[in-house]
């Protein structure tokens, strides 16, 4: 095989893949689904008013059952207390079944109404066998009615706030939500605190000292949550790629183009079947990532400069044809351009440019097949050869290209692979 310049054309099919990190939808769904744990947290059935209420309920039970287990002896002259005896087992049974914070505060308000009248009415100033710190305890709940009753209504209006936000809700919105929870806390913080001082003055603090503990530590965590949810909301408004989900997702396509290849090799030792060439080169090509709305298509450049080492394994030499048959293998140095479609979205979205190249390493390996002629020109004492031949091979790419860096998305590209058949011609 002689050595000179040479020049080789081809079509290329290849993958490509596209990374994406949509850190802003990610975040945005994190905020929403935030937002509705903590507030249902704090407003719905396991929430502030739940844990006040069934605490409260239990204390009244208790004492409830101490009057009763104290007046077992009383006889039926007493009538509120005949009666109070009977209701005590019916309110213990619907308290079991629902713990529906609603059902239980009005529960709790029918039996702090009937606790109080029964140790407020007595005839004998005995308060019906009750224990002064259990009266103390019923007084203050009963006094404290109007706290549970304003919870009751600030949770509804919290819960019905949350059935407003989904992905869609503004900054705004959510942070006149927050402050809203923030507010229900400071107040839920406030009454109920004012609740345990009044029961501590009463006489009953340590009795319920745990379970006041329970409810501020409770208070405390929500105030830690909704301290987050206001830093999570200053980068609420950060753009990102709607068409994609949260998270990180891959996009994939087929490539299709062409390559161009202009070059010098040379042969050495006395076989003249290893050699070496050097070239610059140019590959097109064409790709559609993912399918329907969230399709991209791109546009792909790459340029640069190879070196292959050659090595011709098989030879057959004709009169005046011969044909060598070889390997080949190399390294490619080269810039690479992406034209996407997503370029114009990140410019409007995002008020920054993306980065369309980068460089590029890539092997470069294949098989080639090599033709060679002479024409004797009949008038002449000359003759030329005719060098031409075939090659197969696969390029592969070993750099991904980052083609948006921001706070709310990453995107980066990167062809995977690239098959191609060249038809060569030498000079």
Same mark, same amino acid.
């Given at each position: 095989?002689?050595d000179? !310049?040479?020049?080789g054309?081809?079509?290329?099919?290849?993958?490509?893949?596209q990374?994406?990190n949509?850190?802003?939808s990610?975040?945005?769904?994190?905020?929403?689904?935030?937002?509705?744990?903590?507030?249902?947290?704090?407003?719905?059935?396991?929430?502030?008013?739940?844990?006040?209420?069934?605490?409260?309920m239990?204390?009244?039970?208790?004492?409830?059952?101490? *009057?009763?287990?104290?007046n077992?002896?009383?006889?039926?002259?007493?009538?509120?207390?005949?009666?109070?005896?009977?209701?005590? /087992?019916? *309110?213990?049974?619907?308290?079991?079944?629902?713990?529906? +914070?609603?059902?239980?505060?009005?529960?709790? @308000?029918?039996?702090?109404? =009937?606790?109080?009248?029964?140790?407020?009415?007595?005839?004998n100033?005995?308060?019906?066998?009750?224990? /002064?710190?259990?009266?103390?305890?019923?007084?203050?709940?009963?006094?404290?009615?109007? #706290?549970?009753?304003?919870?009751?209504?600030?949770?509804v209006?919290?819960?019905?706030?949350?059935?407003?936000?989904?992905?869609?809700?503004?900054?705004?919105?959510? &942070?006149?939500?927050?402050?809203?929870?923030?507010?229900?806390?400071?107040?839920?913080? +406030?009454?109920?605190?004012?609740?345990?001082?009044?029961? &501590?003055?009463?006489?009953?603090?340590?009795m319920?000292?745990?379970?006041? &503990?329970?409810?501020? $530590?409770? *208070?405390?965590?929500y105030? #830690?949550?909704?301290?987050?949810?206001?830093?999570?909301?200053?980068?609420? $408004?950060? %753009?990102?790629l /709607?068409?994609?989900? %949260?998270?990180?997702?891959?996009?994939?396509?087929?490539?299709?183009?062409?390559?161009?290849?202009?070059?010098?090799?040379?042969?050495?030792?006395?076989?003249?079947?290893?050699?070496?060439?050097?070239?610059?080169?140019?590959?097109?090509?064409?790709t559609?990532?993912?399918?329907?709305?969230?399709? @991209?298509k791109?546009?792909?450049?790459?340029?640069g400069?190879?070196?292959? !080492?050659l090595?011709?394994?098989?030879?057959? @030499?004709?009169?005046?044809?011969?044909?060598? @048959?070889?390997?080949?293998?190399?390294?490619?140095?080269a810039?690479?351009?992406?034209?996407?479609?997503?370029?114009?979205?990140?410019?409007?979205? !995002?008020?920054e440019? %993306?980065?369309?190249?980068?460089?590029?390493?890539?092997?470069?390996?294949?098989?080639?097949?090599?033709?060679?002629?002479t024409?004797?020109?009949?008038?002449?004492s000359?003759?030329?050869?005719i060098?031409?031949?075939?090659?197969?091979?696969? &390029?592969? /790419? +070993?750099?991904?290209?980052?083609?948006?860096?921001?706070?709310?998305?990453? =995107?980066?590209?990167?062809?995977?692979?690239?098959?191609? *058949?060249?038809?060569?011609?030498? !000079?």
């Amino acid at each position: 095989e002689d050595d000179g !310049f040479y020049m080789g054309v081809g079509y290329q099919i290849g993958g490509a893949q596209q990374n994406i990190n949509n850190k802003g939808s990610t975040l945005r769904n994190n905020v929403i689904d935030d937002f509705r744990q903590v507030g249902v947290g704090m407003a719905g059935g396991n929430g502030l008013l739940a844990l006040a209420t069934n605490t409260t309920m239990d204390a009244l039970l208790g004492i409830g059952n101490q *009057i009763v287990n104290t007046n077992t002896t009383v006889g039926n002259n007493n009538a509120e207390l005949t009666q109070f005896k009977k209701i005590l /087992p019916q *309110i213990e049974q619907r308290f079991e079944t629902n713990k529906n +914070a609603y059902s239980v505060q009005a529960l709790q @308000v029918y039996l702090s109404n =009937v606790l109080y009248n029964l140790v407020n009415n007595s005839n004998n100033g005995s308060n019906n066998g009750v224990v /002064p710190e259990y009266v103390g305890i019923i007084k203050v709940l009963y006094g404290s009615q109007s #706290e549970f009753s304003l919870l009751a209504t600030e949770s509804v209006a919290l819960l019905n706030a949350l059935t407003r936000v989904n992905l869609d809700s503004s900054s705004v919105f959510l &942070k006149g939500l927050l402050a809203q929870m923030q507010l229900f806390n400071d107040t839920s913080s +406030a009454k109920l605190g004012q609740i345990a001082e009044n029961l &501590k003055n009463g006489g009953a603090g340590s009795m319920l000292q745990k379970d006041v &503990k329970t409810i501020s $530590d409770r *208070i405390a965590t929500y105030q #830690e949550n909704l301290k987050q949810l206001g830093g999570m909301l200053n980068n609420y $408004d950060e %753009p990102y790629l /709607p068409q994609f989900g %949260p998270g990180t997702s891959s996009q994939h396509g087929v490539i299709n183009g062409f390559g161009i290849q202009v070059g010098y090799k040379q042969f050495f030792g006395s076989k003249r079947n290893i050699g070496l060439r050097y070239y610059a080169f140019f590959d097109y090509g064409f790709t559609q990532l993912g399918s329907l709305s969230s399709a @991209v298509k791109a546009n792909i450049f790459t340029y640069g400069a190879g070196t292959d !080492f050659l090595w011709n394994i098989f030879r057959r @030499v004709f009169s005046d044809q011969s044909l060598n @048959v070889g390997v080949f293998g190399g390294i490619q140095i080269a810039g690479n351009t992406w034209d996407s479609s997503l370029r114009g979205q990140i410019e409007n979205s !995002f008020k920054e440019y %993306p980065t369309p190249t980068n460089f590029q390493f890539l092997f470069n390996l294949g098989l080639r097949a090599h033709f060679a002629s002479t024409m004797h020109r009949r008038f002449l004492s000359a003759s030329q050869s005719i060098q031409h031949g075939m090659e197969f091979g696969v &390029k592969i /790419p +070993a750099i991904n290209q980052r083609y948006l860096k921001a706070n709310g998305a990453d =995107v980066d590209y990167r062809r995977l692979y690239a098959f191609y *058949i060249n038809y060569t011609i030498g !000079f």
